[in-house]
């Protein structure tokens, strides 16, 4: 890319207050248009009209440009709170409380009560990934990473990661292959 010198998917310098400001679309996530050069999009896309000009327009993009658009959405978690329909701006200051990120964290409202959460730090991302359990408001919070196949109106979250509190087990038996059968037992 011309204007940033960095291929795609490589991570972004964290930006200023007034470059959020300027360059998000209010949702946290960065306008595509200032992350990616236009000269890059237009030379991996494709116009094409197969019924001729008064036929339908078929676009096909490039394999590259998907993976620069889904690296946008890098340090972004789908969430749903078990069982319980929560208001965005509860989940959004309960989220803060429980979680203190050290960067900026945004909350999108999606169909069927599931939320993307995006981190500006992928540091916060880790620590809530390898955190928890998390509980809000007496339920699970059930989580997983983006993906650009996740669909709200028909997606559930099937897996989550669960905490295992294993007492008493002496510390010469702390070996993944031990540890992993004892969670399957």
Same mark, same amino acid.
């Given at each position: 890319?011309? &204007? *940033?010198?960095? !291929? !795609?998917?490589?991570?972004?310098?964290? !930006?200023?207050?007034?470059?959020?400001?300027?360059? *998000?679309?209010? /949702?946290?996530?960065?306008?595509?248009?200032?992350?990616?050069? &236009?000269?890059?999009?237009?030379?991996?896309?494709?116009? &094409?009209?197969?019924?001729?000009?008064?036929? &339908? $327009?078929?676009?096909?993009? $490039?394999?590259?440009?998907?993976?620069?658009?889904? /690296?946008?959405?890098?340090?972004?978690?789908?969430?749903?709170?078990?069982?319980?329909?929560? !208001?965005?701006?509860?989940?959004?200051?309960?989220?803060?409380?429980?979680?203190?990120?050290?960067? $900026?964290?945004?909350?999108v409202d999606l169909p069927r009560h599931f939320f993307i959460v995006r981190f500006d730090l992928e540091e916060d991302y880790l620590s809530v990934v390898t955190g928890g359990p998390w509980r809000l408001f007496g339920s699970l919070l059930m989580f997983q990473a983006w993906t650009p196949e996740f669909d709200p109106m028909q997606d559930e979250i099937e897996t989550t990661p669960v905490w295992v509190g294993i007492s008493n087990l002496p510390v010469n038996l702390y070996h993944k292959t031990i540890l992993i059968g004892v969670a399957e037992a």
């Open positions: 890319m011309e &204007e *940033s010198g960095r !291929p !795609p998917g490589e991570s972004m310098p964290l !930006p200023t207050y007034a470059e959020k400001v300027q360059g *998000s679309n209010g /949702g946290g996530r960065p306008v595509p248009e200032r992350v990616l050069a &236009e000269e890059f999009i237009a030379s991996r896309m494709r116009l &094409e009209f197969p019924d001729g000009e008064d036929g &339908e $327009g078929v676009v096909t993009v $490039g394999q590259d440009v998907i993976a620069a658009m889904n /690296g946008l959405w890098k340090n972004c978690m789908i969430v749903k709170v078990l069982g319980r329909h929560v !208001p965005i701006a509860s989940l959004v200051r309960k989220l803060r409380e429980i979680w203190v990120p050290k960067g $900026g964290m945004h909350v």
